[in-house]
């Protein structure tokens, strides 16, 4: 046992902490405080609280204009179109073929 009763190897069993080394001359251990689980989640308990992490699909609304799909309060990739006015001057699409 060391000074602070029950700590030792970095580790103190009563406050549940570790322990780091002061920087070397001083001697004394420091405590820091490190946030530590009582008990080990199950893989039910871990798979509940994972379950929310999933990607969610973009709200796609279809463009008034020409129909097609964009994100709602955006130009439209496809036309250029925003609440009725041309924002976006669109280029058409080249397809480079294999020569």
């Given at each position: 046992m060391t000074a602070a009763g029950m700590c030792s190897r970095g580790f103190c069993r009563a406050r549940g902490t570790?322990?780091?080394?002061a920087p070397a001359?001083?001697?004394?251990?420091?405590?820091?405080v490190v946030a530590l689980p009582k008990r080990r989640h199950s893989r039910s308990r871990q798979g509940k609280r994972r379950?929310?992490?999933r990607l969610k699909a973009p709200n796609l609304v279809p463009c008034p204009d020409c129909r097609g799909l964009k994100l709602p309060h955006r130009a439209c990739p496809a036309c250029g179109n925003?609440?009725?006015?041309?924002?976006?001057?669109?280029k058409p699409h080249v397809h480079r073929g294999r020569s």
């Open positions: 570790k322990t780091t080394e001359g001083d001697g004394r251990a420091k405590e820091a379950a929310n992490w925003y609440a009725g006015e041309s924002v976006v001057e669109i």
